[in-house]
């Protein structure tokens, strides 16, 4: 703490609420830049309370910490990539494995616990005074101008409060800036971490040393209901579960847990499984609703990040909310830098932060994919788009001794089986070439 | 129901990492107002934790210190129905691997 910096009226410059990844990375921009900052955290550790799927497109930490990808805690980096369709009786990948995505380290494995650990420790290297196990109960209000938090019975002043408390942000409920959220804007993933001796991993997932794989599921996985399944490699455990669009699964009477069971013994996935230990069973809201969740993001004295913003992406191929994160938490670590040199802590002042992330590939990229949310609302794409694919590659493995057909009036012979219509292929085709 | 080869979902729960509020539940049912509006089936089935049952009198039990802390109960449950808040500060799930 730099306390010279201090003003008296205040206890911190900043109170920043919340230790995931934007938490910590605005903390400790700011304390570099020689602000008092509390990093107050409602688990007794920070990552304890914290979950995610595990890939993190952590280029963006560069700008933050250089050492990042040298001495953080990640689990592997990212070199296979697959999408799977997945049906009661077929499995249909686009596997794709490159070199280059190793030397690049542009996606990693984390396991938050560790993760959000290590950066809070980072912060302090730096000077951030950290809080765990505060739970923050609400803002400290004078007029229209947030001033501080309360904890229990007790209070604390600063010049600006960073509301990082994640996708069910209470901190955003008790400034106004959202109310209860559509449903259909928010998904249940459940997620089981399995342990495996990394000589398995590797083996099983045709793996090198530290590289990676990312299993992005669609179809039978979630029974039909809007959602994916995941499965991605650590060093000696697989991070594995389902993400369940909240409209969806209360619409079709599935139940969560039934549906994590049913994609862990899918004939399939199992075997990926097999003879691993259960380590963990977590569950996590995700931010589905891509822009249209964005609301305001400042109110005067306070600025929001990361999924309490509700800055999550979900492209089909790529799941992203870490890097989204990372990335408002450099602009309002920038945004409240400015401000308090200013002694400016004015709605308009903080404003800036709105403005700067809109030209930052974070608002840039929300922007891009802001009719994808839409595109998955498709019931299509989590039935019978699967069985399609695989009714066609049937047709071509499996040589029954019948005459062979080209490959067209094989697929237009699947589509006639399939409920879907050639329309509406055409349709979808189009949506997705604009949305994704 | 489907089981898989890491037990049930209790059974699974058992492995995590809790510091049990013996003393007060971040969780609140209204009996009355879930009864309203049929709340229980849709709990039961939407917690991946299955910290809602549905009780022999028809009402919701609540086993609190099982939650997962996601917070899919409070988004998708008829207002009113629920009070749902964080556990007090450092108590609740741990996550060890996140």
């Known amino acids: 703490m730099n306390a010279e910096n201090q003003s008296p009226d205040v206890d911190f410059d900043v109170i920043v609420v919340g230790a995931g990844v934007a938490g910590c990375v605005t903390a400790y921009q700011l304390a570099v ?45 990212v070199t296979r990539n697959c999408l799977s369709f997945l049906s009661p009786t077929s499995f249909v990948n686009l596997d794709y494995r490159d070199e280059r995505l190793a030397q690049n380290g542009t996606a990693v494995t984390v396991l938050r616990a560790k993760l959000d650990d290590w950066l809070a420790t980072k912060c302090e290297d730096v000077g951030v005074t950290l809080m765990p196990g505060i739970k923050v109960d609400g803002l400290l209000k004078d007029a229209d101008r947030i001033v501080g938090i309360k904890a229990g019975d007790d209070t604390l002043r600063s010049h600006v409060v960073v509301a990082a408390d994640g996708v069910n942000s209470f901190l955003c409920r008790d400034a106004g800036i959202r109310a209860t959220e559509p449903t259909n804007h928010l998904a249940v993933g459940v997620k089981s971490v399995i342990r495996l001796p990394r000589e398995v ?23 039909g209901v809007g959602g994916g399944g995941f499965l991605y490699t650590n060093i000696d455990s697989i991070s594995i579960g389902v993400v369940l669009r909240l409209d969806d699964l209360v619409e079709r009477g599935e139940s969560s847990s039934d549906l994590h069971d049913r994609f862990l013994s899918n004939p399939a ?76 802590f004015s709605q308009a002042s903080l404003d800036a932060y709105t403005a700067e992330l809109d030209a930052t590939f974070v608002g840039q990229d929300m922007r ?54 050639a329309m509406q292929l055409a349709r979808d085709a189009y949506a997705a070439v604009r949305a994704l | 129901m489907n089981t898989n080869q890491f ?75 629920l009070s749902w808040r964080y556990p007090r500060s450092g108590m609740g799930i741990t996550y060890r691997e996140g």
């Open chain 1, 201 to 223: 991993i590797e083996e099983r997932f045709n793996l090198n040393g530290d590289e990676g794989a990312a299993y992005a599921v669609v179809g039978d996985c979630t029974n």
């Open chain 1, 33 to 77: 830049k020689g602000h008092s900052v509390l990093l107050a955290e409602r688990g007794p550790k920070p990552g304890s309370k914290n979950l995610s799927g595990g890939v993190f497109y952590c280029s963006v930490m560069k700008e933050v910490m250089p050492e990042f990808e040298a001495e953080a805690p990640i689990e592997r980096r």
């Open chain 1, 269 to 344: 996935i199992a075997p990926f499984l097999k003879g691993g230990e259960l380590l963990e069973y977590g569950s996590h809201l995700v931010a589905e609703g891509g822009r249209a969740m964005v609301h305001d993001l400042t109110r005067p004295g306070l600025v929001v990040v990361g999924d309490a913003a509700g800055l999550t992406l979900n492209t089909g191929l790529t799941l992203r909310g870490m890097d989204l994160a990372a990335g408002s938490g450099i602009v309002a670590a920038k945004t409240i830098d400015t401000a308090l040199q200013q002694g400016d």
């Open chain 1, 368 to 421: 891009t994919y802001a009719k994808a949310p839409d595109f998955f609302l498709n019931p299509r794409m989590y039935g019978d788009y699967g069985r399609l694919l695989s009714d066609v590659l049937y047709g071509v493995y499996n040589l029954d001794m019948k005459p062979r057909r080209h490959l067209l009036p094989m697929v237009m012979a699947a589509l006639k089986e399939s409920p879907v219509k």
């Open chain 2, 7 to 81: 037990g049930t979902v209790t059974e699974r729960l058992d492995r995590n990492h809790y510091e049990t509020d013996v003393e007060q539940s971040h969780i609140t049912v209204d009996q009355a107002a879930a009864r309203a509006a049929d709340a229980g089936p849709l709990l039961v089935r939407i917690c991946p934790a299955h910290v809602y049952s549905i009780q022999a009198d028809g009402t919701i039990g609540v086993m609190a210190a099982a939650c997962l802390e996601c917070g899919a109960c409070l988004a998708v449950a008829p207002p009113g129905v």
